[in-house]
């Protein structure tokens, strides 16, 4: 197996990640963070449900629960002065038995936070205060942050993610009906990072996390680039706000 840098000039398109549904939920007495940030990167996602997963749909999960997710590879990103270039960010999570994933929004079964080890305290702080606004903020009552090494490995076309000694996946873009990839544009479940995303599917993907025991193959797996910043999700938190004003 070949090792990488982190962000090869080319290497088509494959991504890791598991579902982002933000929420607005906070609490009432938390003071507003006005820290402006930037980020900038890809996008891995993977999770149990067969390609492409319904859950950004609305729709209920192919298997009985939704579990995976998603990996934030960010090549150049700051929040505030904090320099966060070279760093990743992930999460992963699962919803209830027989519900979607935006139907049980807050009542998921867990959703954990990893941290890029390698960060320095101030980093890490930073990471965290991101991964509050972008990576499923609210999902769960059960939440728990670690900090791990986060890597990338790449074969051919095949990508595979670690989470330290929790988690990994292994996943490849599938091939379109007339060539390139399949891409996924603005789905309902969509966020400001998850606008737009490829296709593919995993060979293999493993948890052992948040009492979890998971061991998968032939899955949904996504890739994407993104840049985003707080302008971006602030704008994105209040529509939801509205939404749910209706």
């Known amino acids: 197996m070949k090792t990488t840098s982190l962000f090869p000039p080319s290497f088509g398109v494959l991504a890791v990640a598991f579902f982002?549904?933000?929420?607005?939920?906070?609490a009432v007495d938390e003071p507003k963070d006005n820290t402006p940030w930037k980020i900038t990167g890809q996008l891995e996602e993977a999770c149990s449900?067969?390609?492409?997963?319904?859950?950004?749909?609305?729709?209920?999960?192919?298997?009985m629960t939704c579990g995976g997710?998603?990996?934030?590879?960010?090549?150049?990103?700051?929040?505030?002065?904090?320099?966060?270039?070279?760093?990743?960010?992930?999460?992963?999570?699962?919803?209830?038995?027989?519900?979607?994933?935006?139907?049980?929004?807050?009542?998921?079964?867990?959703?954990?936070?990893?941290?890029d080890e390698k960060a320095t305290p101030e980093q890490r702080k930073a990471?965290?205060?991101?991964?509050?606004?972008?990576?499923?903020?609210?999902?769960?009552?059960?939440?728990?942050t670690r900090y791990v090494p986060i890597t990338r490995k790449i074969e051919g076309k095949d990508h595979e993610i670690t989470l330290g000694q929790y988690g990994s996946f292994r996943g490849h873009l599938i091939e379109g009906g007339l060539g390139g990839s399949p891409k996924i544009?603005?789905?309902?479940?969509?966020?400001?990072?998850?606008?737009?995303?490829?296709?593919?599917?995993?060979?293999?993907?493993?948890?052992?996390?948040?009492?979890?025991n998971?061991?998968?193959?032939?899955s949904n797996?996504?890739?994407?680039?993104?840049t985003v910043d707080n302008v971006q999700y602030e704008k994105f938190a209040?529509?939801?706000?509205?939404?749910k004003a209706r």
């Open 69 to 115: 997710g998603q990996v934030l590879f960010i090549q150049k990103g700051n929040y505030g002065k904090v320099k966060l270039d070279g760093l990743a960010v992930a999460n992963i999570a699962q919803s209830p038995e027989g519900q979607s994933m935006m139907e049980s929004f807050g009542n998921w079964n867990f959703a954990y936070n990893y941290i």
């Open 20 to 26: 982002c549904f933000p929420s607005t939920t906070s």
């Open 127 to 144: 990471l965290e205060a991101i991964a509050a606004k972008v990576l499923v903020p609210g999902a769960s009552k059960k939440t728990e």
């Open 214 to 218: 998971w061991a998968s193959e032939n």
């Open 185 to 212: 544009v603005d789905p309902p479940g969509a966020d400001p990072i998850h606008h737009e995303y490829a296709q593919g599917r995993t060979s293999k993907m493993t948890y052992t996390d948040a009492d979890q």
């Open 221 to 226: 797996y996504m890739f994407g680039t993104f």
């Open 49 to 63: 449900c067969d390609a492409a997963c319904p859950c950004w749909f609305g729709s209920k999960p192919t298997k």
């Open 238 to 243: 209040a529509g939801l706000a509205q939404k």
